[in-house]
Antibody, heavy 123, light 110 residues
Framework: QVQLVESGGGLVKPGGSLRLSCAAS????????MSWIRQAPGKGLEWVSY????????GHADSLKGRITISRDNAKSSMYLQVNSLRAEDTAVYYC????????????????WGQGTMVTVSS | QSALTQPASVSGSPGQSITISCTGT?????????VSWYQQYPGKAPKLMIY???KRPSGVSNRFSGSKSGNTASLAISGLQAEDEADYYC??????????FGTGTKVTVL
């Protein structure tokens, strides 16, 4: 079935780095834009980053710009998020999400979500 | 990229109708017909309920409907049921490959 599985989270010291991965299955990954969205404990959703289906278009939240790199490998049906200079406020569940595509057009919404991977930044 | 403004909580009795507002700016909600709405239960991933302002994905109850006027989008839930008790978030495309979520609304079924 259509599925997204995140991995790579864990406990990291302030100033450290992490590379999160999102493995897709059950659909043609290369046809869909993808995003990372995070949620701090007890808080709301925060969009983090976007990558188009062919990696030619990317967007990042201002709050993380300069510290994150989004990438994807369509041959491996996988997406990645590199986060550097981690801070306590980056502590959150990080979700990967598939962009809605209907009739070949992007609808700029997120229809499939992974279960999330927890990132904890603490000394 | 300031978060869209939603009421912190909305409540209603079973069978009633409620509406959740989502106020943005002319740079996001007001500029694009690309508001989506998500339902989230505690400890679970969000679920898409509405996209492109008013369209329902397959499988979503027609008790959920979306609309937009100016810089404010709305999600209406009719015939409120116990299973509708959850957190709801709006999200808007904001240009240049960026998105912004709302602050979230907790719906309580009395």
């Amino acid at each position: 079935q259509v599925q997204l599985v995140e991995s790579g989270g864990g406990l990291v010291k302030p100033g450290g780095s992490l590379r999160l991965s999102c493995a897709a299955s059950g659909f043609t990954f290369s046809d869909y834009p993808m995003s990372w969205i995070r949620q701090a404990p007890g808080k709301g959703l925060e969009w983090v980053s976007y990558i188009s289906s062919g990696s030619n278009y990317k967007g990042h939240a201002d709050s993380l710009k300069g510290r994150i790199t989004i990438s994807r490998d369509n041959a491996k049906s996988s997406m990645y998020l590199q986060v550097n200079s981690l801070r306590a406020e980056d502590t959150a569940v990080y979700y990967c999400a598939r962009g809605v595509v209907i009739g070949g057009s992007n609808s700029d919404a997120f229809d499939i979500w992974g279960q999330g991977t927890m990132v904890t930044v603490s000394s | 990229q300031s978060a869209l403004t939603q009421p912190a909580s909305v409540s209603g009795s079973p069978g009633q109708s409620i509406t959740i507002s989502c106020t943005g700016t002319s740079s996001d909600v007001g500029s694009y017909n690309l508001v989506s709405w998500y339902q989230q239960y505690p400890g679970k991933a969000p679920k898409l309920m509405i996209y492109e302002g008013s369209k329902r994905p397959s499988g979503v109850s027609n008790r959920f409907s979306g609309s937009k006027s100016g810089n404010t989008a709305s999600l209406a839930i009719s015939g409120l049921q116990a299973e509708d008790e959850a957190d709801y978030y709006c999200c808007s495309y904001a240009g240049s490959g960026t998105f912004v979520f709302g602050t979230g609304t907790k719906v309580t079924v009395l």
